[in-house]
């Protein structure tokens, strides 16, 4: 066998060996958080879709309730209720984690996930920042992804 057949089949081999393992991590990572995030998101995302802020208010972190003080934030979250009813959701999407410190709770792990939500308007993904704090979970940052805020701004 030729030396640079020989050198690529041990490329390739190395490549596709780093990606099963980074795909073994990977999923080691999302398990860790899966049997305790995907529940709590269940239970949250109909309340954030709810659009109404007192409602949501006891599900944020403490730096995401000082977000909301402002105004112009609130007046940004009524925005989204142009997506109408919540119908419902499919199963989150870990996306990735990363250790952070808050002062409120210390030493956090921060969990992102996706989530593809159905409206009465239509499809939307929602990407959400959990913080976990060893207890339990906050919704520190979320932004809602659709179609119908294109649309709006071609229009105007």
Do not use: C
């Not at 990977?26 to 709810?50: H, N, Q, V, W």
């Not at 142009?82 to 996306?95: H, I, K, T």
């Amino acid at each position: 066998m030729p030396l640079i057949l020989r050198r690529s089949l041990i490329f390739v081999a190395l490549l596709l060996g780093g990606l099963v393992l980074y795909s073994l991590w990977f999923g080691m990572k999302a398990d860790r958080f899966d049997d305790t995030a995907i529940p709590y998101l269940e239970s949250s995302i109909p309340i954030l879709a709810s659009w109404q802020y007192e409602q949501l208010k006891p599900l944020l972190s403490p730096a995401a309730k000082s977000d909301f003080n402002n105004e112009k934030m609130q007046e940004a979250y009524q925005l989204f209720s142009r997506l109408g009813r919540f119908e419902s959701m499919e199963r989150p999407r870990y996306s990735k984690n990363h250790s952070d410190t808050s002062k409120e709770f210390g030493d956090v792990e921060v969990v992102d996930y996706q989530v593809p939500l159905q409206f009465e308007t239509g499809p939307a993904i929602i990407k959400v920042k959990l913080i976990a704090d060893g207890k339990s979970y906050y919704i520190h940052h979320f932004g809602i992804h659709s179609e119908i805020f294109s649309e709006s701004s071609q229009a105007n």
